[in-house]
């Protein structure tokens, strides 16, 4: 019989959801005045501290070459995908940019088929076509101008334009990651790898037009509670995957698309939050799909 007692990694998981939704919210209430780039800085570099003590308290595998070769592949990556991911919040509500997130199981599906070849199961098509449908509604109330409006709505929308491309990105930086996790531990793997994604990032501001290193000390308390929030993000999400199949644990982590809809609605009093929200259930139906039947 599952009871909460044997599923563990569900709790985590939803705490997952909720610490990535509440760092978005974080982040565009607090630091939408900067740069794309600066907005990522302040949520990796707020979380180093925290990443940096935690490694005091986990085992340390001895991680070989793949190992190395993963973090080095990934993090050019994610660097471009958190870029996206934060212009996408800056430039729309996040009712119109985190749902599309929900497209990241569905791209991991198809470059399997594409690439590996993979069979596609009726299960995972069903939970792509929910994925797709899910974002239809989200602009629905187009639909009077037009059958294929809210698929137009959704082109000329810039944050779900930089939201797809990022969930694009963490589908390839998703299959790199399972491979660092494979040759070290989930843990250290993901503690070793935002730390270094913090450190390149400080690295790379002087470097970035129009970033200041000045920005990431505008909101020092702020700053201090997404990386708080993050940090609750990344431990939950690890001490999850190790527990559990990683679909299961992402699936139900996409919960955070929901969450961040009814962010949208009540902190940000963005509009349409019916039809959006109908559109990330139904979007989240359909990871949820992929992850458990797919």
């Known amino acids: 019989m599952v009871t909460w007692e044997t599923m563990p990694w569900l709790p985590l998981s939803l705490a997952a959801a909720f610490a990535s939704a509440t760092a978005d919210a974080l982040i565009k209430g607090h630091f939408r005045h900067l740069s794309p780039f600066e907005m990522g800085a302040v949520r990796v570099t707020y979380t180093l501290p925290w990443l940096a003590v935690s490694l005091l308290f986990i085992p340390w595998p001895s991680p070989d070459r793949l190992f190395f070769a993963a973090v080095a592949c990934g993090l050019p990556l ?95 930086t998703s299959a790199i990651g399972k491979l660092g996790v494979l040759h070290s531990s989930p843990a250290f793997f993901g503690i070793v790898y935002f730390i270094c994604l913090g450190i390149l990032m400080l690295a790379m501001m002087p470097m970035v037009p129009g970033a200041r290193m000045a920005s990431l000390g505008s909101k020092p308390l702020a700053g201090f509670a997404v990386g708080a929030v993050y940090a609750v993000m990344v431990f939950s999400h690890m001490a999850a995957i190790s527990m559990v199949q990683t679909a299961y644990m992402i699936a139900v982590k996409r919960t955070s698309l929901i969450i961040g809809v009814l962010y949208g609605a009540f902190l940000f009093r963005e509009e349409n939050i019916p039809e959006r929200l109908i559109g990330a259930v139904i979007m989240v139906c359909g990871v949820l799909v992929i992850g458990f039947f797919g």
């Open 78 to 172: 994610e660097i471009i995908a958190l870029l996206c991911y934060m212009k996408a919040i800056k430039a729309s509500p996040l009712s119109l940019t985190l749902p599309f997130l929900a497209f990241t199981p569905a791209f991991l599906m198809l470059t399997g088929w594409l690439i590996l070849h993979e069979t596609l199961s009726p299960e995972g098509v069903s939970g792509i076509l929910l994925i797709v449908a899910g974002s239809y509604c989200i602009h629905l109330s187009r639909i009077r101008k037009g059958l294929l409006a809210p698929f137009a709505a959704i082109a000329r929308e810039p944050g779900s334009r930089f939201m797809l491309l990022a969930a694009f990105l963490y589908s390839i």
